[in-house]
């Protein structure tokens, strides 16, 4: 594989380079590398392939929440979250999933938190890669990837970016971030501001804004975690058995809960009384 020709950067690389606070002890550098830098060969793409019922359990209810606000009669009908649940295909996935996004739907049915809102954008959550937003930083540049699930007008032009939540991690305000410097740059000259919505527990964060001087310590920060990517990805191509030197592994209690570990030959999957980590 040919690394593309201009650094890029999303939330989730972000997430993948740099640990959310409280996070760090069990943040693994080779796992990006199996994500950004091994993802074409056969047995990891198989396992990229392989969501997870929590990742399926958030597709699914973002999903949902588009059906119904797609055929608003549902939001009022008797059988709406049995309908939405059909348009789902929710028969095809396995009983946890299936018992979560309907207890999800329910939810919402009964405290649609979109309903009276003007939207301006909802997308049902499985539409892949956005396009790139070209940021320029000194004098390079670099692509950003922000997939939206949500905006909506608060007042008269503010910008209202949602992004909905399941499961029961903490909110991570980088993504926010992320989502509000896109903002600036796909509808220039709005005010906007950045919330999350949590479906499964009915809970929404503070609103999150960010200033001009932020913004450009945003872009700083987000230029560089790109470049540095960028430079792992040269490296590995150049030079393939360097695979644990560029993303080193830091195995441990967590290697139970990656994906890669089948294929990880660093994976701790001995028994240990490590605490349960966050879904
Ligand atoms: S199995 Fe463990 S060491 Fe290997 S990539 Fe996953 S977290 Fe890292």
Known sequence: MS??????VSYHLWSLVTPATGQERWHCQMR???????????????LLGQATAPQRIGILAQKGVYEFHHNRHLLNKSDGVEKVAQLLKL????????????????????????????????TPGDEGFPKPILIGQGDTCFRLYAAMDCIFIDGDRTLHILDFKTGKSAFDQRQALVYLLAARYLYPGRPAVASFYNLELGKKSDLIKISNHEFENLKYELAKIAQKHQDDLQK??????????????????HCRFCPFNSICEFANLTASSQPVLPV
Do not use: M, W
Request: charged fraction near 20%.
């Open 236 to 253: 590995y191509h150049q030079q393939k058995s360097d695979f644990s030197q560029i993303f080193p592994p830091n195995p441990g209690y």
């Open 3 to 8: 690394t593309p020709d201009r650094p890029f």
């Open 91 to 122: 028969n095809n996935t396995s009983h946890q999933v299936q018992q979560r996004v309907i207890q999800i739907l329910k939810k919402y049915q009964n405290a649609p938190f979109l309903r009276g809102k003007n939207i301006l954008q909802l």
């Open 32 to 46: 990006r590398g199996f994500i950004k830098a091994r993802q074409h060969e056969p047995q990891v793409k198989e």
